[in-house]
């Protein structure tokens, strides 16, 4: 089984819909679980940061993190063209030794 | 604001070649890295610098050398380069090293023929 499980896509959605991202996880060490955004041709940038279980919220954006489940996804809330982009999963035990598992991205559009 | 700037963009290599692949941060971030992305694999880590003086080994290592003389500095050097080794590289570096936020770069785009 690999480390970090991400569904690739590609994920198609009509503007205004809801949007679920997911990722599963082996490694009971982690502990620092994020999603990056990344667009074409760009490269990652930090969306959602959070440490250990539960649920963070910013603006149309909502993570969550089952550590019981090894599981955590990503909801975005009336979904807008621009949210067209890869969605990456990553997590880490944390340490001097860091090292940031990412998932294989989930290719989502938006089409208005 | 320029965060991390990567050097060159986009580069077509023979097989064999020496390529260093640039990378510099003018926020002082004590750690630094080298990921590579492909269709299917993701992204993958290549070396790592804690702080400036020090490096390790990550994922995919072979084949690949860095060094990191000073903070903001952290190349990437393909000493002969084989075709897979085509892909996108990108350099990110973080102010915590144990978990925190990375910043990446926009890529190197490199193809090996």
Redesign the interface.
């Known amino acids: 089984q690999k480390e970090v499980e991400q569904d690739p896509g590609p994920l198609s959605v009509p503007e205004g819909a809801i949007v679920s991202l997911n990722c599963t996880y082996s490694n009971s060490a982690f502990q620092y679980f994020m999603w990056y955004r990344q667009y074409s041709r760009k490269g990652p940038e930090l969306l959602m940061y959070t440490y250990s279980s539960g649920n963070k919220e910013d603006g149309r954006f909502t993570a969550q993190v089952d550590k019981s489940s090894k599981y955590i996804s990503l909801f975005i809330r009336d979904s807008q063209p621009s949210d067209s982009a890869t969605y990456l999963c990553a997590m880490s035990a944390g340490g001097s030794n860091y090292k940031l598992t990412f998932g294989k991205g989930t290719l989502l559009t938006v089409n208005p | 604001i320029a965060g991390?700037t990567q050097a060159p963009t986009s580069q077509i290599l023979a097989a064999g070649r020496r390529m260093t692949l640039r990378c510099t941060q003018d926020m002082r971030h004590n750690?630094m890295y080298w990921y590579r992305q492909d269709l299917?694999?993701?992204?993958r880590?290549i070396h790592?610098s804690?702080t400036a003086g020090t490096t390790?080994k990550?994922e995919v290592p072979d084949g690949y050398s860095v060094s990191r003389a000073n903070t903001d500095d952290f190349p990437l050097t393909l000493a002969s380069a084989v075709p897979s080794q085509t892909s996108v590289y990108?350099c990110?570096s973080?102010a915590k090293?144990?978990?925190g936020?990375?910043?990446?770069?926009?890529?190197s785009r490199l193809t090996v023929l």
Do not use: R, V
């Not at chain 2, 299917?40 to 992204?43: D, E, T």
């Not at chain 2, 936020?101 to 890529?107: A, Q, S």
């Open positions: 991390i750690a299917g694999l993701g992204l880590l790592y804690n390790g990550g990108f990110a973080s090293t144990g978990a936020e990375l910043f990446f770069g926009e890529g």
